[in-house]
């Protein structure tokens, strides 16, 4: 509802948000309607719909970013619940026009794992370990070089374990890299979560592959 919306745009992550009035924008709206009620809905859902557009994109960056550079799992699941709230907010909004806008398109969907680090929140440097896995990878035409990597390079266990039970996009190779990093750099809880996983979550891999 409204109140959820003001609150979450009270909070940190989301102080930036802006939007253009639809009326500046498309000057067609306010002729079509004329200046009666219609145009006050109408301008209050399109608002609506773009405010809960970028509150999605907003919150799947910041995770992005959580994963790329850790950070709390208490916000992650914070982020998380209100990226999937926000995204069935404006798909219920937007209805048909969801299909018909290419921007809506690419900004909704459920948030999975990272399967690549941009530039611009890259804050490793040329020579550190992370980096060199990751350009590793890209050279072997790996498309799984993401955050799993940094996860498991950092032995950010309780991200990690976060991410396998509530976050999609895990593949078999991507469980089993991490593995191998994990056990690498000596991270032995990580590699014990994922070799016993006690029903915690569901794995891709085979065991025999894990072991």
Known sequence: ????LVDQLQLEWFKDISCVDPLTRDSILESALGNDKRLVNVRAAILCID???NIVHVSKSKMQDILNR?????????LLRINAESNDAVTAEAGDMFTN???LYYVLGSFEMPKYIDDDDWQYTKTHTVSK???YAEDLYDRNQGAHIVLATEGYTEL??????NIQGWN???ELNVIRIASFFGHASIVEMLLSPDGVFTLNSD???RH
């Not at 509802?1 to 959820?4: A, C, Q, S, T």
């Not at 990690?160 to 039970?165: A, D, I, N, P, Q």
């Open 207 to 209: 065991e025999k592959e």
């Open 172 to 174: 078999a190779v991507m």
């Open 133 to 135: 896995l990751l350009l």
């Open 51 to 53: 405010i809960l557009a």
């Open 1 to 4: 509802g409204y109140d959820d």
């Open 160 to 165: 990690l374990r976060f991410c396998l039970s």
């Open 101 to 103: 806008d290419c921007h």
């Open 70 to 78: 850790g950070g709390s799992v208490d916000e992650l699941e914070v």
